[in-house]
């Protein structure tokens, strides 16, 4: 008997251990999050253990959390729910069955997941389609694009465009009975950083002749250049986003090259002949005082020419939207961004903001001090009040703008 309750006692006090992280004292429901963090931590060690095996990558891996969330097209009483193909584009299409009389508006909504992982399909965004279709009356468009390490840049960046210019062509508008003056792009993570890139390349679009009225960028992905930003210093070992997955999610965006990884995460990818591009993400100029703190701004070390030779992505504004010219964000739709205080993104967020304003842009930035991947913690197990209060809020803004 003496036995077993040590190595009860030892276990739970293991268990304790690994699962208790330190956090900010004003994140709320603490403990939810450790088990969340924990729960992503293993199934990270999980698909790390596989690689090293030789069983399989480790994105394939993580995609487990994809594959457990995957939700049927099931409709309901307010929403007709189904998948189709837009230009050979998978998208889950929601139609609110209230009857209008006048064309709806619309939102095409870019899901996250680091362009390695993640789905339309998974319930968190299902369940926010079907709200936001049905409050709204609106038509969800959710794309699907194609996923890395099997496809890398543009390859996502492609898709997304093109089912978003599928859309917005008048014979289809008229087809959903969508007003084409009342559409909006939404994305969360790299969906945000999709949402951004898209947006901005219909803007210059002569192809396209109705314009998005609202882009919305959650948490937004939107630049590769420096990744050791102040966000990065602080939140690097935060849930549940670490600076170590991120920067493995960058590099697998672009290739499978292991070479590549190393070099972002000690921010040594770019070479001097591209150090002209750091002004678009000088943070010491871009963000406002009380997020620099302590830190001093040094210019990325000047790394090999070989990977943005070899990658030419690294520069281009569809991966990395906050090196657009001035003059190429004039002329952007009305933009609502939501960034967390202790997300290692968070500093991009900031800086595109500033930038828009700066370029004239009517921008709305709602900062919450939570972490990354919150608004889509609205489900058993990790639901969370404060994913609710950010939901009601964003739905409430895109009610009253679009």
């Known amino acids: 008997m003496g036995s077993k309750l040590l190595c009860f006692v030892l276990l739970s006090v293991l268990a304790a251990y690994y699962i208790y992280i330190p956090l900010p004292d004003n994140v709320e429901e603490k403990w939810k999050v450790m088990l969340m963090d924990a729960a992503f931590r293993s199934l990270g060690h999980a698909a790390s253990f596989a690689e090293i095996l030789g069983l399989r990558h480790y994105m394939e891996t993580m995609k487990f959390l994809t594959y457990m969330e995957h939700t049927e097209p099931t409709s309901n009483e307010n929403v007709t729910v189904t998948d189709t193909l837009f230009s050979d584009v998978p998208v889950r299409l929601y139609v609110p069955k209230k009857l209008s009389n006048a064309p709806r508006r619309a939102v095409i909504h870019i899901h996250g997941g680091g362009w390695c992982v993640g789905s339309a399909t998974m319930k968190p965004y299902d369940l926010l389609s079907k709200r936001t279709a049905h409050e709204l009356n609106a038509v969800i468009v959710s794309i ?3 996923l890395a390490p099997k496809f890398h840049f543009p390859t996502q960046f492609d898709d997304v465009h093109t089912a978003v210019k599928f859309f917005m062509q008048d014979h289809i508008l008229k087809k959903y009975s969508v007003d084409g003056s009342r559409m909006a792009v939404s994305g969360d993570s790299a969906g945000g950083n999709l ?3 898209v947006s901005a390349e219909l803007l210059h679009d002569p192809e396209v002749k109705v314009k998005l009225k609202i882009q919305v960028l959650i948490y937004p992905v939107l ?14 070992n935060l849930p549940i986003l670490s600076k170590t997955l991120m920067v493995c999610f960058w590099s697998e ?3 499978t090259d292991r070479r590549l990884f190393e070099a972002m995460l000690s921010n040594k990818h770019i070479s001097s002949q591209e150090a002209q591009f750091l002004k678009f993400v000088n943070w010491s100029t871009l963000l406002p005082e009380n997020l620099k703190k302590n830190h001093v701004y040094n210019m990325p070390e000047k790394g090999n020419s070989i990977f943005v030779k070899k ?10 939207p906050l090196l657009l010219e001035d003059d190429k964000l004039k002329g952007l739709p009305l933009t609502y961004v939501i960034t967390c205080m202790y ?7 900031f800086m595109y903001v500033s930038r828009l304003r700066k370029a004239g842009v009517h921008v709305l930035h709602a900062h919450y001090d939570t972490f990354h991947g919150i608004l889509f913690m609205n489900t058993w197990p990790f639901d969370f009040s404060l994913a609710h209060h950010i939901i009601d809020n964003y739905l409430d803004w895109l009610d009253l703008n679009l």
């Open 195 to 197: 949402a951004a890139a």
């Open 144 to 146: 699907n694009y194609k």
């Open 223 to 236: 630049q590769s250049l420096d990744l050791n930003t102040p966000s990065f210093q602080q939140n690097g």
């Open 343 to 349: 997300d290692v993104l968070r500093d991009d967020g």
């Open 253 to 255: 965006y672009f290739t």
């Open 311 to 320: 990658y030419p992505g690294l520069l281009d504004t569809r991966a990395s």
